[in-house]
């Protein structure tokens, strides 16, 4: 299907008791049990799981081709899960100019429980020089901000690739519209939605795209839901309704 169509598409949601063809803001924080006291629809409380966001989350893992996505209330929000999903002591490599905001709470919040370098993931010598027995994980952003510098993605996936290391590839820049990390190699795929998704500078958000439904998948969504940085029901609305103009 063409990407175009999936943005349009894949975010769309009839609801059963009225048959609106847009799915409407469910503002509601818990879901009625049924009579055998389950869950009849899925959805139990609105911070593990919720109609709209469940809308945003299948329409952005469509439009990057990954299994599955988690959203967030800022790009910041889902750089955040990432890093607190990891095993202290795990070495990150990231970008000499990477999201100065990301920098910053690397810096700033996970100094003394995470490692990091952040070096020009793009030259070949530098990237392989700074790997450890520890590296867990090398971060891209590619075209930066604010710099637009670009990184071979399926270069470094193959330094990553031979050494067991996972790739996150922050595509904010360019959107699932020019580029696709997954199909070039990458693990996960990080966005501001707050940017191209938005596309109206009035809302904030975050997602994370993921390849695999693995261990560190599964921490990610326990980071997701028991700390409870997600979008607002009427922000996964507005940017479903904003990324089909894409
Ligand atoms: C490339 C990139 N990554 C991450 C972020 C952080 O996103 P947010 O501002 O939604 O927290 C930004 C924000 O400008 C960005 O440009």
């Known amino acids: 299907m063409k990407t175009e169509t999936i943005a349009i598409h894949a975010g769309n949601h009839v609801d059963e ?9 469910i503002m509601s924080t818990t879901f009625e049990r049924g009579e055998d006291g389950g869950f009849p629809a899925g959805y139990i409380y609105s911070r593990s799981s919720n109609p709209n966001r469940h809308a945003l ?9 990954g ?24 070495h990150i490599i990231a970008p000499d100019d990477m999201y100065h905001g990301l920098r910053n709470q690397l810096k ?13 993931v793009n030259d070949t010598g530098v990237l392989q020089q700074h790997i450890k027995p520890e590296t867990g994980l090398i971060w891209i952003e590619t075209p930066s901000n604010p710099l637009l510098k670009i990184t071979d993605i399926k270069k470094v996936v193959a330094i990553a690739k031979a050494k067991g290391i996972k790739v996150l590839c922050d595509n904010t820049f360019a959107t699932p519209m020019c580029q ?12 501001s939605a707050t940017k191209y998704f938005g596309g109206h500078s009035d809302l904030m958000g975050g997602v994370l795209i993921t390849t695999e439904k693995n261990d560190w998948w599964t921490k990610i969504r326990q980071v997701q839901e028991m ?6 029901p009427m922000d996964c609305y507005y940017l479903v309704r904003s990324i089909k103009t894409l």
């Open 17 to 25: 008791a009225t048959r609106a063809v847009i799915q409407p803001i």
């Open 57 to 65: 989350e299948h329409v952005l893992a469509k439009l990057e081709g």
């Open 108 to 120: 700033t919040l996970f100094a003394g429980i995470l490692t990091f370098d952040f070096i020009d």
């Open 180 to 191: 696709r990390p997954l199909e070039l190699g990458a693990d996960m795929v990080m966005h």
């Open 227 to 232: 700390g409870g940085a997600i979008p607002s």
């Open 67 to 90: 299994v599955e996505a988690a959203s967030f209330s800022s790009g910041n929000a889902a750089g955040m899960s990432v890093f607190q999903s990891l095993e202290p002591g795990t």
